[in-house]
């Protein structure tokens, strides 16, 4: 671990709490390998293969590419910029950024989504992240395989399918046939949650930065090994030409552009490019708080970015589908695709590997690579309330770890036995799609129109490695916010309404589903209380007054 000694110890204490050192990232080449494993995540190669099958293939890439150009690229270098300057400042949280940038108490509190949206978001993207560990484990043992069990059954896929609700505990009891109780998925679920508070409590130079040059580099080397693996299988069945790889990567590339009409689409790709480079978490401003003042944002954000796109658009688009698609034919592959990224990641792929020559071991890969990209990710969304706590309260590494472990298990653990009820959908839907497009857009407003024009475009030109093109103060300024605008307005039309009122869901299911939204509600206001009490004896003044300018 090392310290920057130009900051000063007040600068981390808050009423007298003698802070630990300030970390830094022990090298450049760590800081890209766990800003890049903090994007790449299981978006890449489960949700934007879905999307894009779901959404007319590469029709899909041009509403795609656009938001990347308009949205994903200068909402990362703001939220870089933002989480360098106020590092300067001791602040590895938003709370305390958004101070810096706003002056008031009441940006404190809007800094405060960006804890309680990570917090939330990592419970149950833990989950999903232990099936992954679970899958590579009983891709070894063979546990899936067709011929593990007789089922009653003569369509192949229903014989997976009913492996992962099994395993999810979805399947009423009485007719399970791999699995009678949740213990084995709880018993992943532990595991999974233990591996982040263990890396979390060793810090960003010893725990996260290790862990990202060791899973990030693994996770190419699986990801390229199976797109060539899936690209070298040709039409497995001589009469039905049409089901060959090539077909499937034609489809993710050739666009239909009839479906640009569709509203729904582009909702679907801006939502896509949150999900993908995780703005709007508070992550990213977490890991660049720990930068040095003049250390470049713009060359390593926009690196950051394009590795990102690497892996899900050449990578991911060249696995799933065209696996897929081999396998079932396209028409087939998007029926798949529309019933959700778990049936085509956890139920399709596994039978499509069955199919191959050592099938098992590319299962293996597949699996594995789902987890590294998972748990890069997942100890990304603990870090901002981590910090928080220690900015705030004084807390160290191991005691912030432990309480990050007590929010996954106590709010996982009813997402866990209620997963059947709907209980996860309205987590993705108002913590990972909803929440992270409205805190990004306040974002933007603080960063571009309260931080100050000349202060904003100054401070992100500051120690750059790449000149940021004039076009883009105008792009953050006016058309980012523009965009968000009416992604928020979409959604609102679209969703939100159903949302609430709970429109196709079964009544059964009403309790769990209040429950969940409950739970959601609490934490921001818990969290938001916390940063409230904070607030009211810690202010800019105070900041100024110890010299913390």
């Known amino acids: 671990m090392t310290t920057d000694s130009s900051i000063p110890p007040s600068r981390s204490a808050i009423n007298g709490i003698s802070p630990l050192p ?22 890449n190669f489960l949700r934007f293969p879905r999307l894009a099958a779901e959404h007319g293939g590469g029709a899909f890439l041009i509403p795609y590419f656009i938001a990347l150009l308009l949205l994903g690229i200068p909402l990362m270098w703001v939220e870089w910029t933002m989480g360098r300057h106020g590092g300067q400042f001791g602040h590895h949280s938003t709370p305390g950024m958004f101070l810096r940038m706003t002056g008031s108490r009441w940006g404190k509190l809007i800094g405060s989504l960006g804890i309680s949206l990570p917090i939330l978001f990592v419970v149950f993207y833990t989950y999903i992240e232990s099936w992954t560990l679970a899958y590579a484990f009983y891709s070894i043992t063979g546990a899936y395989t067709t011929e593990a069990v007789n089922l009653a059954t003569s369509e192949p896929m229903m014989h997976t399918r009913q492996f992962l609700h099994d395993y999810q505990g979805v399947t009423p009891e009485g007719e399970r046939v791999y699995f009678q109780s949740l213990w084995p998925a709880i018993t992943f679920w532990l595991i999974a949650v233990g591996l982040n508070c263990w890396i979390i409590s060793r810090g960003v130079s010893a725990g996260i930065e290790k862990l990202a040059k060791i899973a990030m580099p693994l996770l190419f080397l699986f990801a390229i090994v199976l797109a060539i693996r899936v690209l070298c299988t040709g039409a497995p069945d001589a009469s039905l030409p049409d089901r060959s790889p090539w077909v499937g990567l034609n489809f993710v590339w050739e666009p239909n552009f009839m479906a640009l009409a569709h509203f729904d689409v582009w909702l679907a790709a801006a939502g896509q490019i949150f999900f993908t480079l995780s703005i709007g978490t508070g992550s990213i401003q977490c890991y660049a708080s720990y930068l040095k003042r003049d250390d470049d944002c713009a060359m390593t954000g926009f690196a950051t970015a394009a590795t990102n796109e690497f892996a899900e658009v050449v990578l991911g688009g060249t696995i799933a589908i065209p696996l897929a698609v081999s396998s079932f034919g396209l028409a087939a592959t998007q029926i798949i695709a529309s019933q959700g990224s778990f049936d085509l990641g956890f139920v399709a792929m596994p039978l499509a590997f069955e199919d191959l020559p050592l099938g098992w071991l590319f299962a293996t890969l597949w699996f594995s690579l789902l987890f590294f990209a998972g748990i890069t990710s997942s100890v990304g969304l603990c870090m901002p309330l981590a ?22 298990l106590v709010l996982g653990l009813p997402l866990v036995l209620f997963l059947g009820h709907g209980y996860l959908d309205q987590y993705d839907f108002w913590v990972g799609t909803f929440g992270l497009a409205l805190f990004a857009f306040l974002e933007l407003i603080c960063f571009g129109w309260i931080f100050g024009r000349h202060a904003m475009w100054t401070e992100l030109q500051r120690g750059a490695d790449l000149k940021i093109p004039r076009i883009f103060y105008y792009i953050i300024r006016y058309i980012a916010p523009a965009y968000l605008l009416v992604l928020l307005v979409g959604w609102t039309w679209e969703s939100v309404g159903k949302e609430i009122l709970l429109e196709g869901a079964p009544v059964k299911d009403h309790p769990y589903l209040w429950l969940s939204r409950g739970t959601i509600a609490g934490v921001v206001a818990l969290l938001g209380l916390l940063v409230f009490l904070w607030s009211s004896n810690h202010s800019i003044e105070s900041e100024e007054a110890r010299g913390d300018v």
């Open 387 to 408: 910090a928080f706590l220690h900015e705030a309260y004084g807390i160290g590494q191991k005691g912030s770890a432990a309480i990050c472990g007590a929010f996954m």
């Open 22 to 43: 300030t970390e830094q990232w022990g090298s450049r080449f760590g800081l890209v390998m766990a800003m890049a494993g903090n994007a790449i995540g299981l978006g």
